[in-house]
């Protein structure tokens, strides 16, 4: 297991995402839903989209390209013409600060 800082918790209000590209790590967007932060890939899986220029509806993101939503707590696609899932992490908070584990 692996801890990545990505930000800092008060970065993000409930609501609102961002995007991050760690070292060795694809793009991903770190999102604040109700005060729990997710992680996903921010590339959509349908089309080179990057998820952060989209919006968040509830637990949904939409890609700004085709209208497509992934659930953002599973990656879950959720509307056409996504199919294919986004690639998720886990996240932890500690110390105000919000890491993602990988590994």
Same mark, same amino acid.
């Given at each position: 297991m692996n801890l990545v800082k990505v930000c800092e918790a008060d970065a993000l209000k409930a609501g609102e995402m961002m995007g991050v590209e760690p070292d060795g790590l =694809? =793009?991903? *967007?770190?999102?604040?839903?109700?005060? $729990?932060?997710? *992680? @996903?890939?921010?590339?959509? @899986?349908? *089309?080179? %989209?990057? +998820?952060t220029d989209g919006y968040i509806d509830g637990d949904q993101i939409e890609c700004p390209m085709h209208g497509g939503m992934f659930d953002i707590r599973s990656g879950a =696609?959720?509307?056409? /013409?996504? #199919?294919? /899932? +986004? $690639? #998720?992490?886990?996240?932890?908070?500690?110390?105000? %600060?919000v890491f993602i584990i990988t590994g």
């Amino acid at each position: 297991m692996n801890l990545v800082k990505v930000c800092e918790a008060d970065a993000l209000k409930a609501g609102e995402m961002m995007g991050v590209e760690p070292d060795g790590l =694809p =793009p991903i *967007a770190i999102y604040n839903i109700e005060g $729990q932060f997710f *992680a @996903t890939s921010n590339v959509c @899986t349908h *089309a080179v %989209a990057m +998820l952060t220029d989209g919006y968040i509806d509830g637990d949904q993101i939409e890609c700004p390209m085709h209208g497509g939503m992934f659930d953002i707590r599973s990656g879950a =696609p959720t509307h056409f /013409p996504c #199919t294919e /899932p +986004l $690639q #998720t992490w886990p996240v932890e908070v500690r110390d105000g %600060a919000v890491f993602i584990i990988t590994g």
